[in-house]
Nanobody, 118 residues
Framework: QVQLVESGGCLVQPGGSLRLSCAASTSIFSINYMDWYRQAPGKERELVATITNAGIINYSDSVKARFTISRDIAKNTVYLQMNSLKPEDTAVYYC????????????WGQGTQVTVSS
């Protein structure tokens, strides 16, 4: 079973930057889609960014031009660089891995809290 471990969440001031990491227990080349989601209190979980094993990237409109998803294949790690943070970015951020072909699965990390406040 693939395991995901997120890290990097903390308290940051508005306008600040933060980088989240998601370390996978397997080669990320074998994972078709790696996503970052977030869930704010009282709200539904929201897809923030996706990177495919082919390197195709997509962002939600709410974070486009502020957030960057990237990966380090050698470290089996996906990152979310978050710049120009706003209080409305406050949420628990989750890493998600989807394999859709042979032996499909959908796996979530435990989440990491990001709080944007002065």
């Amino acid at each position: 079973q693939v395991q995901l471990v997120e890290s990097g969440g903390c308290l940051v001031q508005p306008g600040g930057s933060l980088r989240l990491s998601c370390a996978a227990s397997t080669s990320i080349f074998s994972i078709n889609y790696m996503d970052w989601y977030r869930q704010a209190p009282g709200k539904e979980r929201e897809l923030v960014a996706t990177i495919t094993n082919a390197g195709i990237i997509n962002y939600s409109d709410s974070v486009k031009a502020r957030f960057t998803i990237s990966r380090d294949i050698a470290k089996n790690t996906v990152y979310l660089q978050m710049n120009s943070l706003k209080p409305e970015d406050t949420a628990v951020y989750y890493c998600h891995a989807r394999r859709v072909l042979s032996a499909p699965y959908s796996v979530w990390g435990q989440g990491t809290q990001v709080t944007v406040s002065s």
